[in-house]
């Protein structure tokens, strides 16, 4: 089956700093992957889309500036929070689709970021 | 806006049946997933309708009535196992997915 990593799984950092978070299709390509964040007991909330070798669309209310996502290639994006703060600690998951099967989203395994 | 609705909590005993409902209001409407999600874990999927009908998986099947916006998500033959969280998702045409707010079941010997 398709198989989605995501590193680290876990992260403190300072306020201020920036953290990346890495997201990978193993064994199939990814044209699209898509990245939510997910506050305890509550949903999964969408902040991004990203394909490959093109901007990311942002959902609204999701600040770019803040969260820059780079989706190099067909089985690597990136999410990186910048100038973290208290407020962004969360559960990160990137989810991936592969080419040709628009119906179903392997999800990585989520990163608890936690900023102090 | 898009908005989608689902029971907050369910309780069910071992080898019950429980079904999941979930409503949505959307712009787009591709079609409706359903996934399963551990504490602490990741989602995982379970089912997907694109059309109107029963869809059948194993122990799971879901339904979905496009006229009425309407789906669930039915677990029989319930085990212990299943206590998770349970969430609905709108397919807005590839684009996106939007997820619902979720169900937690609880299993109970």
């Known amino acids: 089956g398709a198989v989605v990593s995501q590193h680290p799984s876990r992260v403190i950092c300072k306020s201020g700093t920036s953290v990346k978070i890495e997201c990978r299709s193993l064994?199939?390509?990814?044209?699209?992957m898509f990245w939510y964040r997910q506050f305890p007991k509550q949903s999964l909330m969408l902040m991004a889309t990203?394909?490959?070798?093109?901007?990311?669309?942002?959902e609204q209310g999701v600040e770019k500036d803040k969260f820059l996502i780079n989706h190099a290639s067909l089985t690597l994006s990136t999410l990186t929070v910048t100038s973290a703060h208290p407020e962004d600690s969360s559960f990160y998951i990137c989810?991936?689709?592969?080419?040709?099967?628009?119906?179903?989203?392997?999800f990585g395994p989520g990163t608890r970021l936690t900023v102090t | 806006g898009q908005s989608l609705e689902q029971p907050s909590e369910v309780t069910a005993v071992e080898g019950a049946i429980v079904q999941i409902n979930c409503t949505y209001q959307?712009?787009?409407?591709?079609?409706l997933s359903w996934y399963q999600q551990h504490d602490g874990g990741a989602p995982t999927f379970l089912s997907y309708?694109?059309?109107?009908g029963l869809e059948e998986t194993g122990r799971f099947s879901s339904f979905l009535s496009r006229s009425d916006s309407y789906g669930y998500l039915l677990l029989q033959e319930l085990q212990m196992k299943d206590s998770a969280s349970y969430f609905c998702?709108?397919?807005?045409?590839?684009?996106?997915?939007?997820f619902g707010p979720g169900t937690r079941l609880s299993v109970l010997p």
């Open positions: 989810s991936a689709r592969e080419e040709g099967n628009s119906h179903e989203q392997y």
């Open positions: 998702a709108v397919d807005n045409y590839g684009q996106n997915f939007v």
């Open positions: 064994d199939f390509q990814a044209t699209t």
């Open positions: 959307t712009s787009g409407f591709y079609g």
């Open positions: 309708n694109g059309l109107d």
């Open positions: 990203s394909n490959e070798g093109s901007k990311a669309t942002y």
